[in-house]
């Protein structure tokens, strides 16, 4: 059974620093793409990062390039999301989640996902 639990989430202010992670189990880790994805309160689930099972190649959405970096450690089976100068408005519930596929900015391109976190960016 494929599980992927995100930590991490909390209060954060603008400007600080939050780094969240997502250990995996019940699949081959090292050879699946991971993808974080946010969703805020009545708004639909939006791409922020992707990383290739290698973690030779990284994606990100425009908005965040820049402030957030993903990667990966194969070794612990866990994907990072660290946010740096995070704004209010990224305030959200993040979910990792997991693709055979190429990484996708679709959320329908990923086969597993988390149950996310929760992270508060105060102003």
Known sequence: QVQLVESGGGLVQAGGSLRLSCAAS???????????????????????????WGGGRTFYADSVKGRFTIS??????????????????ETAVYYCAAANVYPSIRPAAYDYWGQGTQVTVSS
């Open 26 to 52: 019940g699949l081959t880790f090292s050879s699946i793409n991971m993808g974080w994805f946010r969703q805020a309160a009545g708004k639909e689930r939006e791409f922020v990062a992707a990383i290739r």
């Open 72 to 89: 990966r450690d194969n070794a612990k089976n866990t994907v990072y999301l660290q946010m740096n100068s995070p704004k209010p408005e």
